[in-house]
């Protein structure tokens, strides 16, 4: 009998003990910080939004007369460039560990205009009103109907980036194809949030975003996913642009210590990044404790002043911003197209 009761007893204590313990044990996902997940949605007017459409076609790529890039120690290097269809680098790959220079992801598509020029007035308006995470469908050629995403704006020669989820367009587009963009973004402003401008989200984006953790803190403060931090001190081309709604900005990467510091060498197509001490209200200047926000748009490259590309998202010169690092914020995941 006293053994039976002993049995029992143990029995009795190992199920108090287990119900005491589990909590403790549940599985945690990935460490967060403190009140991550207390953010309210930001609020913006959507129904004020302007839906434009513009189109581009598919850009041939170019050369200047010599194709010589030469590097910050004298190597030349002979690389392909920007333009075209680019097949194996896309939106989620590396746009450091890469033999090109500036080369763009996926599709890049310009408007070269009545005139037939390169920087003509339709370009710049397809550059200027077209935002990441807007709608692209194709129009012309043997992949017409098919449809995906803008995925970045690259300044000088005005090109958008467009990547697309079905990977058997690619083997159906052809240079010249024609594509239509339902351009929704520009003339975004938050209303619950203070000290932020917005200059090339859709909404679209927003959303993902949002569905990523994006939001308002109870301090007030637009809290945004982010892949990387990198510092405003080794920001080369770009600088001096009065505006930043058309083109990008070039991370250098030739300083290997801030490379490794900051896990540069890691930066993707898509990647959504931080920039710390910079802002982009009416241009890029540096200011300290300034925030902005971009994505990655095109690839490394071996001039001296250029780097992967970043598209200007949002900017706080006060630094109502606050990045965390979340290595799933690249338009690949947040759009679905890889």
């Not at 033999?99 to 205009?113: K, R, T």
Request: hydrophobic content about 40%; proline content about 5%; some cysteine.
């Amino acid at each position: 009998m006293m053994k039976f009761r002993s049995v029992k007893f143990n029995m009795v204590f190992c199920v108090l003990l287990i119900m005491a313990v589990l909590p403790a044990m549940t599985v945690k996902g990935p460490a967060r910080e403190p009140g991550a997940s207390s953010v309210k949605p930001v609020e913006y007017n959507r129904d004020r939004l302007v839906m434009m459409a513009v189109e581009g076609e598919i850009a041939a790529p170019g050369f200047t007369e010599s194709p010589y890039v030469i590097d910050p120690q004298g190597k030349i290097h002979v690389v392909p460039g920007t333009g075209s269809i680019t097949y194996n680098f896309r939106t989620g790959d590396s746009a450091v560990n890469i033999a090109g220079e500036h080369v763009e992801p996926a599709v890049s598509l310009y408007n070269l205009g009545t005139k037939g020029e390169r920087s003509s007035e339709e370009s710049r308006a397809l550059n200027t009103l077209a935002c990441i995470g807007n709608r692209v469908r194709i129009l012309s050629g043997e992949a017409k109907g098919a449809e995906g995403w803008v995925i970045g704006k690259h300044g000088g020669l005005e090109h958008v980036m467009v990547d697309f989820p079905d990977a058997q367009v690619f083997d159906k587009l052809a240079i010249g194809d024609d594509m239509q963009i339902r351009a929704y973004g520009l003339g975004m402003e938050f209303i619950n949030v203070k000290d932020i401008k917005i200059f090339s989200a859709g909404p679209g984006l927003v959303d993902a975003l949002t569905r990523a953790g994006m939001g308002v803190t109870k301090e007030g403060k637009l809290r945004i996913p982010v892949t990387h931090i990198v510092p405003a001190k080794i920001l080369g081309s770009g600088l001096g642009s009065d505006q930043v709604y058309r083109g990008d900005y070039d991370i250098q990467l030739f300083d290997k210590t801030t490379v490794n510091k900051y896990n540069l060498d890691t930066l993707r197509f898509g990647d959504i990044v931080a920039i710390i001490d910079a802002d982009h209200s009416y241009g890029r200047i540096f200011l300290t404790g300034a925030v902005s926000v971009g994505v990655i748009s095109h690839s490394a490259s071996d001039i001296a002043g250029h780097g992967p590309g970043m598209t200007s998202l949002f900017t706080s010169p006060s630094g109502n911003i606050e990045p965390v690092i979340d290595a799933g914020a690249n338009l690949g995941k947040l759009l679905n197209i890889r």
